[in-house]
């Protein structure tokens, strides 16, 4: 008991400190979120294309009646699904364009070496 107050005892002097900053931190975080967006900031008028035509192909299908099995699988042949096509497919990670791509596993193992120094 003696060192739970001996220790609150300590934390009196700078209660105010620690208030302070706990609500500093907290502004902090809740004001500038958008800091983590350093990267490619895309224009406005980027990829509508693509866009306008999915919904376009998504609103005729969904006035028309509902396709058969055949006509679905032949436009998923086309690309990612019957209605997006290959829209955006050189973006997406699969594994045909992701085998140089290093897993966590590695990645961890290659800060640990660097970390302990021990690069082999």
Excluded: W
């Excluded at 958008?34 to 224009?43: C, L, N, P, T």
Aim: glycine share 4%; charged share 25%.
């Amino acid at each position: 008991m003696k060192n739970i107050t001996s220790v609150l005892s300590l934390l009196r002097p700078v209660r105010f400190l620690i208030v302070a900053f706990t609500c500093a931190l907290m502004l902090f975080t809740n004001a500038f979120p958008a800091f983590a967006i350093d990267s490619y900031q895309s224009k406005p008028t980027e990829a509508t294309t693509q866009l306008l035509e999915t919904q376009k192909k998504t609103d005729e299908i969904s006035r028309s009646a509902p396709p058969g099995r055949a006509k679905v699988q032949e436009e998923s042949n086309k690309g990612l699904n019957e209605v997006q096509g290959d829209a955006d497919i050189d973006k997406m990670k699969r594994p045909g364009n992701s085998q140089s791509a290093t897993s966590v596993e590695d990645e961890v193992q290659n800060f640990l070496e660097k970390v302990t120094g021990k690069n082999d």
